[in-house]
């Protein structure tokens, strides 16, 4: 770094701000570099590279919020299909019509695949079922570039042996209805305070994430209140919690603490093969209600179609954990107009 | 279907270590992209398409200041992430910008939110620039790094910073004020306010 001559003698405040400027200018930039060259990377591993929408906003790929907001947006969107008795008993057999918007990619290295993700590279990339029947001619709105074709659209097919064979031509995305967390407050009473000072999802939730008797947490900016949820001594950590913030805070009871669901879902990441037809494509915890409607964290898990077949593996791994599936593709009345999502919102829990 | 647990963000840092080896993890980030709530529809997605464009250089900005670049990249691309998960809820709020900094602010631990000069890289082939400068700033208090970063650094106004970080002008002004009296001692210069 230069050293001039009483340099900072000279300093006044606008040379002191030109400085600045130019540190704060270095620092942006590199914090930028850092951001693009992860992007150059075609597989996704860290917590930048996985970010499609931020890169988006950088102006790189683009391309990719046009993809994978599209593609699940929700007029395509998984929607949630869970329990033991939500699902068709014959679906999966190749007899039932699953239906839902996906995006389609064929690239140099495979044919027409549904893509339950997408990577975020130029052209995109994904790995997926194979889509039997798929003719590009047929379909408008699809992209190309380097020997890769995709696109977003709405299929209609059978489902069987781990591949999608389309009964219906395939359409544009349409409007699929979808179910919403529902984030309100369970706690009716709270303490006054100022609200405002607690860090959504802050300090003090990343703090419980060790206590083995932590559920979850939750923010409702409605409310303004911080949600937490504990399987045990839930006065003792209602008044530990207060004691750490002015703002009104709401500490429930929940029947599974979040260690006992990322232990099923490390289960279940750690199962090393699937039977043929069981896609897996993205598993975590949410905030869910019990039929009684009170709160409570369950292990979701993405699948393309949430069959039976499917269901009695996932059990078979998780044990009594609620869960819920989010199936990519739902059952569709038969020799009908496509009825999206048409099973897709009728939930039960898994347990 | 959206993830609200805590569980997907401890996946997400368990996925960084594991890397490649955990393609689920990764699936299951892409999916919270593309998950958006119910009736967002396109203005849903438009409207955030905005948003992050207008946002995402401010948040990126201010958290550099907070935490250095390379911390920076990801917290921006966490916290725009999260707002996307969350863009029902997020639009609605009256100060979106400001909750999606703390939402990225409240992402990096404590001992990670500090500048340090060693991780800019080049910093000593910045032409004129007093050597003690970035350590100077390193070391003053956060609020006061973030508050004259933005608006010197980065020729924010007061109201502008305040957003961001949730506090009135007058508080963005006075901790400008304290930082640079604490930059000019520690370049040992008077003081010159320009008009």
């Known amino acids: ?41 075609p597989v996704v591993s860290t917590r930048s590279r996985r970010l499609v929408v931020a890169s988006a906003f950088a102006g790189v790929i683009a391309l990719v919020v046009g993809i994978a907001a599209l593609a699940m947006r929700d007029e395509g969107g998984p929607s949630i299909v869970a329990g033991p008795s939500t699902i068709d008993p014959s679906a999966g057999s190749g007899d039932v019509e699953y239906g839902g918007n996906v995006t389609v990619l064929e690239s140099t290295d495979h044919g027409p695949q549904l893509c339950g993700a997408v990577a975020e590279s130029y052209p995109p990339q994904c790995g997926g079922p194979d889509i039997v029947g798929w003719d590009w001619t047929a379909v408008e709105g699809e992209e190309s570039a380097n020997g890769t074709t995709w696109g977003t659209f709405y299929l209609v097919g059978t489902w069987a042996d781990g591949q999608l064979t389309l009964t219906r031509p395939p359409t544009g995305p349409l409007p699929v209805p979808q179910p919403d967390t529902d984030y309100t407050t369970p706690c009716e009473e709270l303490r006054d305070g100022p609200g405002g000072a607690t860090d959504p999802l802050g300090d003090l939730t990343l703090g419980l994430d060790a206590d083995p008797e932590y559920a979850g947490s939750w923010w409702d900016d409605t409310s303004g209140v911080m949600n937490y949820g504990f399987t045990a001594n839930v006065d003792a950590h209602r008044a530990e919690i207060e004691a750490q913030t002015t703002d009104p805070v709401c500490v429930v009871a929940m029947p599974t603490s979040q260690a006992d669901l990322l232990a099923a879902q490390e289960t279940l990441l750690s199962v090393s093969s699937r039977p043929v037809g069981i896609e897996m494509y993205g598993s975590g915890t ?15 898990i993405s699948v393309i179609v949430a069959d039976p077949v499917t269901k009695a593996w996932v059990e078979s791994f998780i044990g009594e954990v609620p869960y819920r599936l989010g199936a990519l593709l739902n059952p569709v009345e038969p020799l009908t107009t496509p009825t999206p999502g048409s099973a897709s919102t009728n939930v039960t829990y898994g347990e | 279907m959206r993830w609200e647990g805590a569980g997907a963000r401890q996946k997400s840092e368990k996925s960084r270590v594991a890397g490649i080896r955990r393609p689920d993890l990764y699936r299951l980030t892409v999916m919270e992209h593309t998950e958006l709530g119910a009736g967002d529809g396109d203005r849903g997605e438009a409207g955030f398409a905005a948003f992050g464009a207008e946002v995402e250089p401010r948040i990126r900005r201010a958290l550099v200041a907070l935490a250095g670049p390379e911390v920076a990249s990801d917290a921006t691309a966490d916290a725009l992430e999260y707002a996307w998960r969350n863009w029902a809820r997020v639009r609605a709020m009256a100060n979106p910008a400001g909750y999606v900094y703390r939402v990225a602010r409240s992402r990096i631990p404590r001992r990670r939110r500090r500048f340090l000069p060693s991780e800019i890289a080049g910093l000593d082939r910045i032409p004129d620039v007093e050597p003690a400068l970035a350590g100077l700033l390193a070391a003053l208090p956060e609020r006061q790094r973030v508050c004259v970063f933005l608006v010197y650094g980065c020729q924010w106004h007061y109201p502008e910073v305040g957003e961001v970080l949730g506090i009135s002008p007058s508080s963005v002004r006075t901790h400008c004020d304290r930082a640079l009296d604490a930059l000019r001692r520690g370049l040992k210069v008077e003081h010159e306010r320009t008009p």
């Open chain 1, 286 to 300: 949410m905030l869910d209600r019990d039929e009684s409607g009170a709160p409570q964290f369950v292990l979701a």
């Open chain 1, 1 to 41: 770094m230069n050293e001039p001559p009483d340099h900072a003698n000279r300093s006044s405040d606008a040379d002191l701000a030109r400085q600045l400027s130019a540190i704060a200018g270095h620092a942006v930039a590199q914090s930028r570099a850092a951001e693009v060259a992860s992007q150059r990377e």
